[in-house]
């Protein structure tokens, strides 16, 4: 992954999570939504705020939306809980293949927790983190 200056990251939030709302509420409480956030930087070119996404955010939290954050570049944790993210369901992962591929796989078993065992669903393991995170 390479920046490249062109992240319209806090519009693109928002207008997608009100989209999933708008669809989830017509399927009632038996649709169980997640919505998950992959980027590797910072907001450039959006015309809302980090605020307005943060509120976005934890609007969809509130109405039952499991949000995901994956961040590469960057402490995801850090930067999700600033947009509105819960932190244990941010995922820091480098921006090489490797770790970025298994950052996906993290994922794909967050959403099978969510799915399956939300009982269970804590967000993602440590084993999960150690496994995307970056080398140094």
Do not use: W
């Not at 992959?38 to 307005?52: L, R, Y």
């Not at 932190?87 to 099978?112: H, M, V, W």
Request: hydrophobic share 30%; net charge positive.
């Amino acid at each position: 992954m390479k920046a490249t200056g062109c992240t319209r990251l806090y519009d693109t939030v928002i207008e997608e999570l009100e989209i999933l709302s708008q669809k989830t509420n017509k399927r009632g409480k038996e649709c169980k939504a997640v919505f998950a956030l992959f980027t590797d930087g910072k907001d450039n070119v959006s015309e809302n705020g980090v605020s307005e996404m943060n509120k976005a955010v934890k609007k969809a939290r509130a109405e039952g939306i499991v949000c995901y954050f994956l961040a590469a570049n960057q402490d995801a944790i850090a930067t999700g809980h600033c947009y509105g993210f819960d932190k244990q369901r941010c995922l820091t992962t480098g921006a090489d293949p490797e770790t970025s591929s298994q950052a996906y796989k993290n994922l794909s078993g967050a959403f099978y927790r969510t799915a399956n065992t939300p009982h269970l669903d804590k967000g993602f393991t440590e084993l999960e983190r150690y496994r995307s995170a970056p080398s140094h």
